[in-house]
Structure formats: structure tokens, C-alpha cells
């Protein structure tokens, strides 16, 4: 995991005297939205559902929330109608046999998180650090205001999570998944 300090020299020369509690605020909302918004933020797990399973909860990276699935699988079938609930999958009806899912999920850092994840940093870094000064050249009556800056790295970021997101529903993401009837569900 990244420390929000390791972000500094990336925004800081550009928002003199703006406290560092306030780019660690905007680094963690910026990286929650992202990932919400882009996908990209992924993560495997397995699901085992038994006779009489509708709702399951998902296990998760620690400091995480469920976006969404992007794949989901039984014997190498994709599935129809599983949702997403809080942290949970629901499935359009009561399983009627016991099986295994595969999940591919999207995931958000929590808004509590205190570190990002390596890969935001690695991968993500222009578009987190063109975020976070977007909303943070909008910070009323401060000396780093900067409303044009602000709309400059409004559309920067929003190219961003645009591509993000239309990459990810290229490569088959969604909110609902075909399920294999012959599961029994």
C-alpha cells in the first residue's frame, strides 16, 4: 500500500500553503470516485453458495467496498442476474443446488482508508493527481483557489474516468451477469 504523502510532490508544488490534511481528504475521495466511476480497482474471490443461498457476502481487500462484478463464472459459464447489495451478491432466485462462483469484482477504497493501493500510484497517477486539484483549486476563499484551473483539470479528470470506464465495459463489465440455468438457480 501507498502512504498519501508519497502524492505530495505531484500536487503540492501547485497548491502552495494548502494544508496536507485537506490533499490527504481530496486524495482519498479522488481515489474512491475514480474507482467507483473507472473500474479499476479489481479483485478476485470465490463464492461457495449452497441449496437455499440468495444473498452472500463477499470477502474483500481490508479497507474496501463492492463496486460491482465484472465477471462472474460457474464452470467456466457466465451467469445472469447477480447484483450487487452493500458488500453482498444477490442472485435473481434461490439456489436449488450447491456451487462455486468466481467472481472478478470492482472495488473503492473506503473513505476511512488511510493508504491507496500501490497500483494507483504505478498505474493511475496523473488521473488521481489531476482530481484531487481539480477539487481542490475549487476550495472557496483560498489563497490557492483557481476556478480556471479548476475547470482545466475538471475535463482532464473527466477524460480520464471516460476511458476508464468505457474500457471496462468494452472487456464485458456490468452490473448484472448471465447465470447458467443449469445451476439450478
Not at 465477471?71 to 462455486?100: C, K, P, R, Y
Not at 462462483?101 to 472495488?107: D, K, N, Q, R, T
Not at 497517477?125 to 475538471?154: C, H, Q
Request: proline content about 4%.
Amino acid at each position: 500500500m501507498t502512504t498519501l504523502a508519497t502524492y505530495y510532490p505531484f500536487i503540492v508544488p501547485d497548491l502552495p500553503k494548502c494544508p496536507e490534511i485537506a490533499i490527504d481528504i481530496e486524495l482519498i475521495r479522488v481515489a474512491n470516485e475514480y474507482c467507483n466511476d473507472g473500474w479499476v480497482y479489481r479483485h478476485e474471490a470465490e463464492v461457495s453458495i449452497s441449496v437455499g443461498d440468495q444473498e452472500k457476502e463477499v470477502s474483500l481487500p481490508d479497507g474496501t467496498k463492492l463496486v460491482g462484478i465484472v465477471t462472474a463464472e460457474v464452470n467456466d459459464s457466465e451467469f445472469l442476474d447477480i447484483s450487487v447489495t452493500g458488500d453482498s451478491i444477490l442472485l435473481d432466485n434461490v439456489a436449488t443446488l450447491d456451487f462455486d462462483i468466481e467472481l472478478v469484482l470492482a472495488v473503492k477504497p473506503a473513505l476511512t482508508a488511510t493508504t491507496l493501493p500501490d497500483f494507483l500510484l504505478r498505474d493511475h497517477l496523473d488521473a488521481i493527481v489531476t482530481g484531487v486539484k481539480r477539487r481542490l483549486f475549487l476550495s472557496p476563499g483560498k489563497s490557492w483557489t483557481n476556478a480556471e484551473l479548476a475547470m482545466y483539470y475538471e475535463k482532464q479528470y473527466m477524460d480520464y474516468v471516460g476511458s476508464r470506464a468505457a474500457e471496462s465495459f468494452q472487456n464485458g463489465t456490468s452490473t448484472k451477469k448471465r447465470i447458467d440455468r443449469r445451476m439450478g438457480i
